[in-house]
């Protein structure tokens, strides 16, 4: 089911550069450097070292992997070349240290003073709803009479 996605992946990967590709009117030409002839030949050869050697690892694997066995390269492999912790030690704990002390954020002031405003109103607000309609109606009295003299003078 995969194989003909993957056969195509792969001879993309080997052949995919000699499709011409339209991109003069969207980059700009840069300046042409002189490489070696050594540094084409290994670019050209890296692909097909890679594909001889997961056909080898493919085909030869098992005996391998039972000689490699528990050894510390094995498990050294096994565990993504110790990149969770290098990743781990270099990025994220430091940002976590920065973040716990960067805890009351300055920028975050402003925000949490809109916060403790709406909860002071609601306080308030909340206090005022009795459910006396007497109450109400000399709220919406004094209201009235506050526009009218607005409007008025």
């Not at 070349?81 to 781990?88: E, H, K, R, T």
């Not at 002071?120 to 007497?134: N, V």
Request: hydrophobic share 60%.
């Amino acid at each position: 089911m995969l194989a003909l996605p993957l056969a195509l992946l792969c001879l993309l990967a080997l052949f995919g550069a000699l499709i011409p590709q339209p991109l003069a009117d969207v980059f700009p030409l840069l300046p042409v450097f002189e490489v070696p002839a050594a540094v084409h030949l290994a670019v050209l050869a890296m692909p097909w070292l890679g594909l001889a050697t997961g056909l080898l690892v493919w085909r030869y694997g098992g005996a391998w992997r039972r000689r490699l066995g528990d050894s510390w390269l094995a498990r050294w492999w096994r565990a993504g070349w110790g990149f969770d912790a290098l990743y781990d030690g270099l990025l994220v704990k430091p940002l976590l240290v920065l973040a716990l002390l960067n805890r009351r954020d300055l920028l975050d002031q402003p925000v949490l003073l809109i916060d403790r405003l709406g909860r002071a109103g609601h306080a308030g607000l909340s206090a005022l709803q009795s459910g006396r309609l007497r109450r109400y109606a000399a709220g919406i009295v004094v209201g009235a009479v506050l526009t009218l003299a607005v409007v008025t003078l």
